[in-house]
């Protein structure tokens, strides 16, 4: 557990709906970021699921990442303070060490931004077919992104949703980071890494979608929510 509280402390993610909190309530690790939808529809209760499972995953990944190069750095102090071999296991772990830092910095959590970007587009594509029963095509040729095309979709055939600026950059921006992960533009993901938190990935894309829900309620699904409401007939 200590590992778990350490890598929440250092990246924001936990797990999905938990929280740990001190003896005075002050929040240790608090994985409540991830949006649970208070009312009943398949579509969202569905995507907000594969959301906390997808989030929990990336954290078991920076968990298990961070506890093999811990073993590694005990194991060079331990030789070091010569109670184990010599040069040899030495120089394999100089090699190994670094190699460990920069999956835990660079590519475990590009790999965390590239599986979220997957899923923002999966998700859309649910809620555009749920909501007007068929996933819309973008053009060929177009220069517009996945998730800006089916936004735009989503807007254009009446859906009436407004989401904050700073959630749709962010997730726009996981557009860079997965094609430059496809093309080994390593120096470019570090870069853009540097500007944006796991964190804040994961709670932009529950923002984005929990604005979709609250649209959808109040749109497409509106007509159901009245006649629900409507009291028997005598």
Known sequence: MDNELDIAKRYGLFWALSLVTEDDGTPIADGTYIYQPERFSETFWVLFEKL??????????????????????????????????????????????????????????????????????????????????AIA?????????????????????????????????????????RNDFAH????????????????DCFENVSQLFACLEAASWEGPWRSDVLSSSKPPAP
Request: proline share 2%; hydrophobic share 40%.
């Open 52 to 133: 906390q499972q997808l989030n929990d995953y990336c954290f078991l990944q920076l968990v298990t990442v961070d506890q093999h190069h811990s073993t590694l750095v005990d194991q060079r102090e331990s030789y070091m303070a010569g109670s184990g071999p010599g040069a040899e296991a030495l120089d394999w772990l100089d090699d190994q060490i670094p190699r460990w830092e920069d999956n835990l910095t660079v590519v475990t959590q590009a790999t965390s931004i590239v599986l979220l970007c997957s899923f923002v587009e999966w998700g859309l594509k649910r809620v555009v077919k749920d909501l007007y029963g």
């Open 137 to 177: 095509r973008k053009p060929s040729g177009s220069r517009l992104s996945d998730i800006q095309f089916l936004l735009e979709h989503l807007e254009s055939s009446g859906l009436s949703y407004v989401v904050d600026a700073q959630v749709l950059h962010t997730v726009h921006s996981f557009r860079g980071i």
């Open 184 to 199: 080994g533009e390593w120096a470019a993901i570090e870069e853009q890494l540097a500007n944006v938190s796991l964190r």
